[in-house]
């Protein structure tokens, strides 16, 4: 029996693809995005476009993220948008006590990074640094960002804008027309952040209702799960037939919509089990 985890996506920096599936007669497969695709775009076109018109028009950049990967991600992508003089110079802020803590435990496990990122961290040189970037540690030194003159681009948690630092962020740019509040992450129904993507014309934050006038843009690549036809190629690459296949972790829709993709690629029985069945092998 193989369970697939939380499936990554191929050919994503940081990260190697995921491993090949053995040959294995059941499989318990994930479903997150079992009834769509991921867009095709490229990141760092994307994020270029977005920072320059921000900084152009003399606003700020505030970037919530999640602290294992995204964060380290977008540091990633900012390094080499710098180095290529693809965006303006202005000062980035990792604003974020445990994606500090989560980007120093990378270069430990070299075996799990693609071979550029280990290269790097052989040589010292870690791809998640640049001039230009600080490391805010302390409350104070959190707080110091907001008086900073001249556009800048703040990294804070938490990714879905629920609690951490980048509330005092969006504090003090939701409201600013020139500002832009830049989305790399899913957000879940229910939470700050997805009521701000849903277009929200105000937010509460510390009491304050806050009228939201910055730009809202989200960049839907950065999305670390598989794909429904990733997940359908995973599944392809089992070398043998497997007896059964169960899909788990999705909303219902997700489920069955892959259910009926996989039972269609592989021919075998797919299932959708329920919480709490058991199934006898």
Known sequence: MLFSGDL???????LRDSAPPPAVEYAVVESTYGDRMHPMGDIEEQLAAIITEAVEGGGNVVIPAFAVQRSQEVLYHL?????????????????SPMAAAVTAVFPR???????????????????????GLRVTETSDESREIKDLRGPHIVIAGSGMCDGGRVQDHLLHNAGRPASTILFTGFQAPGTLGRRIIDGASEIELFGETVQVRARIAQIEEFSAHAGSDEIVDWVRA????????FVTHGTPEAAEALRGRLADAVGCEVYVPTFGETVEL
């Open 8 to 14: 990554g996506r191929p050919a994503r920096p940081i």
């Open 79 to 95: 390094r080499r948008l710098f180095e290529a003089d693809r965006i303006p110079s202005v000062p980035v802020f990792l604003d």
């Open 109 to 131: 496990f070299a075996t799990l990074l693609d071979r550029e990122l280990a290269e790097a961290f052989a040589r010292d040189d870690s791809p998640f640094d640049f001039p």
């Open 238 to 245: 089992i070398p043998t037939r497997p007896r059964r296949l």
